[in-house]
């Protein structure tokens, strides 16, 4: 029990222990001890909602950081992809450049050049376009009468590397944010751990310890036992809602079709059966609830209700389960191998998975909900790839699942 251990939510003064109902019933009679009883059992009800408040706040704080840096690595890995590939074109064109010298310098030797650079040249030993270049700007007869071929070879040449080059700060600025973007996930999943632990704390204490208090206040003839029955009465409903819910979410996505859950041979599953309302890619940033949209869709959204079931993708294990700026509450599941998925804006009290568990594909994690950055009931779903978003649409096709 709590009361025997020092935790670190609870302030060290109050870390001796939560009274009992026997010391609650001991205290009754005597007026002093009923006194300094009241006064224990309030500090530790203050307490309680201080460690809640507090552990709350450094989530928040931390979940809004770890979003901030998700999405700057987010953009940083687009641009590095969009200047490779970039680069890829230029280096082409530059080879295509250098061809296209090289070949007007084979035609000036078939027409009675004797140059033997040019030997060199026509038996094939150059591997790039810079060591055809660096053949060619040797030959004096190419430099006189076909200047602006060879000019145009040497700037394709030298564009080409200008991207290279950039693309490689580009590379190194992508991997300096992800590794920001992941210590701000592991802080932001421990400062989530500690609130949820400060939360449990007060679900399994608050009840009985208000329920106590009462039955030393109460001057009737109200006996301490009718207070622990309606403590194990609240507990039993609680259980029941709670079991309620997920039942709920099983039924709404049981009525909404679209194979939610259900796991096709490649071992991956639809995460939830409503049907696609958002894709990926470039979008226009839409203004409501007091927030923006991003004008990039880093996933893809789909929407089977409020409350409505949603599926782990794949076996995996949970490696982030909290809030999480914009997106709300959010679940990261790895799969492994570089692969993961991610479920965003899932409804407050809907997590029915835990940071560190261990899921099988179509497994029910959570319920869909609209915190964070939605402008209604949806499931934002990612799909990473070494750590970067890819199309979910792309990749679960590729799957044989259909989003």
């Not at 207070?227 to 039942?247: F, M, N, P």
């Not at 007091?290 to 079931?309: I, R, W």
């Not at 909900?369 to 799909?383: D, I, S, V, W, Y």
């Amino acid at each position: 029990m709590l009361g025997t251990i020092a935790s670190p939510l609870i302030p060290a003064a109050l870390a001796a222990g939560y009274p009992s109902w026997d010391d609650v019933q001991a205290a009754k009679a005597n007026e002093a001890s009923k006194a300094a009883e009241v006064q224990k059992i309030q500090a530790l009800i203050a307490a309680l909602a201080d460690d809640v408040t507090r552990t709350r706040a450094a989530a928040v704080q931390a979940a809004d950081e770890f979003y901030a840096a998700q999405q700057d690595y987010f953009a940083a890995s687009f641009r590095a992809d969009a200047l490779q590939s970039q680069t890829d074109t230029e280096a082409v064109a530059a080879r295509e450049a250098a061809d296209q010298a090289g070949r007007v310098a084979a035609q000036l030797y078939r027409n009675g050049g004797d140059d033997t650079t040019m030997k060199l040249l026509l038996s094939g030993s150059a591997a790039s376009a810079d060591e055809v270049l660096a053949q060619l700007g040797a030959m004096d007869k190419l430099m006189q009468r076909n200047q602006a071929v060879y000019a145009a070879a040497v700037t394709a040449r030298d564009s080409a590397q200008n991207l290279a080059d950039q693309a490689v700060v580009a590379r190194n600025e992508r991997d300096r944010l992800q590794q920001i973007a992941e210590e701000k996930m592991a802080a932001s999943q421990q400062a989530a751990e500690q609130a949820q632990a400060a939360l449990d704390a007060q679900a399994q204490h608050l009840r009985e310890l208000e329920a106590q208090l009462a039955a030393l206040q109460d001057a009737t003839a109200k006996t301490v036992a009718d207070y622990q029955a309606g403590v194990e009465a609240a507990r039993i409903a609680e259980e029941q809602r709670k079991a309620a819910e997920r039942a709920e979410a099983e039924r709404l996505g049981a009525a909404t079709g679209g194979g939610g859950g259900g796991v096709v041979n490649s071992g991956w599953a639809r995460p939830t059966t409503g049907p696609r309302t958002s894709g990926f890619g470039p979008r226009s940033s839409q203004c409501g609830n007091g927030y923006c949209s991003t004008s990039y869709h880093y996933g893809v959204d789909l929407s089977a209700g409020c409350g409505a079931g949603i599926y782990a993708a794949a076996a995996g294990t949970v490696v982030y389960a909290g809030y999480n700026g914009g997106y709300g509450n959010y679940i990261k599941i790895d799969h492994g191998g570089g692969i993961g998925t991610g479920y965003a804006h899932i409804r407050d009290g809907g997590f029915y998975v835990r940071y560190g568990q261990r899921v099988n594909a179509g497994d029910l994690i959570a319920a869909e909900g609209n915190t964070g950055n939605a402008f209604g009931c949806n499931l934002h779903f990612e799909t990473y790839v070494n750590g970067s978003p890819v199309n979910p649409a792309a990749f679960m096709g590729a799957r044989g699942v259909p989003v």
